[in-house]
Structure formats: structure tokens, C-alpha cells
């Protein structure tokens, strides 16, 4: 999927779903899911480090 993401704009996502054997659907689930734990992520980073000084 990591691929699909990369070349997104150099081929089309039908194109690329058929060549790799993978749905559609999926491709974007996994679009969906990455952003969704990037935004768990990112707060739980924040608070790890906290404020230094």
C-alpha cells in the first residue's frame, strides 16, 4: 500500500489496484487508518516529551 501512497499521482489508484492485486477499497481503508493513527500519534508524542526547562 505504502507503493500506491507513493505513486499516487504518477498512476492512476485502478491501475496500480490491478497490477498489485489489491482492492480499491482497501487502498483508501488504508489511506483512512494511517491518518487516524498519525492523529493518535502525534498528541501522545506531545505529551511523552512534555515541556523541558
Do not use: D, W
Not at 1 to 13: K, N, P, Q, V
Not at 19 to 25: D, K, M, Q
Not at 28 to 50: A, D, H, M, T, V
Amino acid at each position: 500500500m505504502m507503493f500506491m501512497e507513493t505513486h499516487r499521482f504518477e498512476y492512476s489508484i485502478q491501475s496500480m489496484a490491478n497490477v498489485l492485486g489489491v482492492s480499491r477499497s482497501g487502498f483508501y481503508q488504508f489511506l483512512k487508518r494511517s491518518k487516524n493513527e498519525l492523529e493518535n500519534i502525534i498528541p501522545n508524542l506531545s505529551s511523552s516529551f512534555g515541556k523541558r526547562g
